[in-house]
């Protein structure tokens, strides 16, 4: 038994446990509370931690045996070894996003299945984060193990029906200390908008007004990652236009194209924290009438707490002041696209 290298040390152990140990398995599953997490990275069910459940210890220990055999180092002690453990469910439209899950003291990370399910495959990618290259399907009495590592690159592919069951977890060891994740260099284009006054003031925090022949067109369009921040497509324009407010300049300018599976990961390092009079304008248009009316950016508290939502309505602006808020956009089913100025006062 050993690892599989591409992309990453991993390997897929069907048939884990014996029936007699996968029926006990599901009784305990079944015996469990989960409850609803939500972020800009995942939204799914999971139990609380179960390292103190004494009856998964004939799991743990057997995973444990696995990964002694897989790492082949003879002199090495595992007295020290411990495992945080957590069961999770998945409903039709749950998903966990691209992630290398470095934390702390963790060298291993596991999956276990209790059945055959058609979506909400574990997807490994490159060692940039920006291109898959396996998918692992859902199988009943199916483990995978892999190493966590600086390009440990996976997420779970979104559930289109209710009911992916699992166990899911980490082995860690004490010697092991995991650095923050991999950074990458920010790819884009060089977007020279031409600044527009629109506005003299704007008396409230957040303002919608619909907006007339603004051009959306564009001649150039890549698609970028790294996935642990964004998949999104970026647009080139020679004639985007700015909607800017009397007294403010524009900070940053992005032209985004989401189609299904784009998200933007939490953007809280657009500007500095003393800037309090920071406007994201968003200029948006879609053909796709499903979107209307449905929220598309999360505005989240500096403590991470719901703020508010911004709802899809083509061919309109929103004007929003920063304040102390970070804003992200959830992985979506539609396609639109979003122009994005970022304005600080003069």
Not at 270 to 281: L, M, N, P, R
Request: aromatic share 18%; proline share 3%; hydrophobic share 35%.
């Amino acid at each position: 038994m050993k690892f599989v290298s591409d992309p990453f040390n991993h390997i897929v152990i069907d048939g884990f446990l014996p029936e007699a140990e996968f029926e006990k398995i599901k009784e305990i599953y079944t015996s469990l509370q989960f409850y609803e997490k939500k972020s800009d990275l995942f939204h799914f069910y999971q139990t609380k931690e179960l390292n103190q459940n004494k009856e998964l210890k004939f799991f743990t220990d057997k995973i444990a045996n696995n990964i002694h055999v897989l790492e082949q180092n003879p002199d090495k002690s595992y007295e020290e070894y411990w495992f945080n453990t957590f069961a999770s469910f998945y409903k039709s439209g749950n998903y966990l996003l691209c992630h290398d899950d470095k934390l702390e003291n963790r060298l291993f990370a596991f999956s276990y299945y209790l059945d055959d399910y058609e979506t909400g495959e574990l997807v490994l990618f490159n060692d940039s984060a920006n291109n898959e290259v396996k998918r692992v399907n859902v199988k009943k009495n199916r483990m995978v193990i892999f190493e966590v590592s600086d390009v440990s690159f996976h997420e779970v592919a979104i559930c289109r029906t209710d009911g992916r069951r699992a166990f899911t977890g980490w082995y860690n060891d004490p010697n092991k200390t995991n650095t923050p994740t991999k950074l990458f260099k920010k790819q884009g284009f060089d977007l020279k908008p031409e600044p527009v006054i629109f506005f003299d003031k704007i008396l409230d925090d957040c303002m919608l007004m619909e907006i007339t022949d603004y051009d959306f067109t564009y001649s150039n369009k890549k698609l970028v990652g790294p996935f642990t921040e964004r998949k999104v497509s970026l647009l080139y324009s020679d004639n985007l236009v700015a909607p800017i407010i009397t007294g403010h300049s524009i900070f940053k300018s992005h032209f985004y194209q989401f189609s299904e599976g784009n998200y933007i990961l939490l953007q809280n390092d657009e500007a500095s924290e003393d800037e309090k009079d920071i406007w994201d304008i968003f200029v948006m248009f879609s053909h796709d009438s499903r979107i209307f009316e449905q929220p598309f950016i999360t505005y989240v508290e500096s403590d991470g707490d719901h703020a508010f939502d911004l709802t899809f309505a083509t061919n309109s602006l929103y004007a929003v002041r920063r304040r102390d808020l970070s804003f992200f956009v959830p992985r979506t089913d539609y396609e639109f696209i979003l122009a994005h100025f970022i304005l600080r006062k003069d």
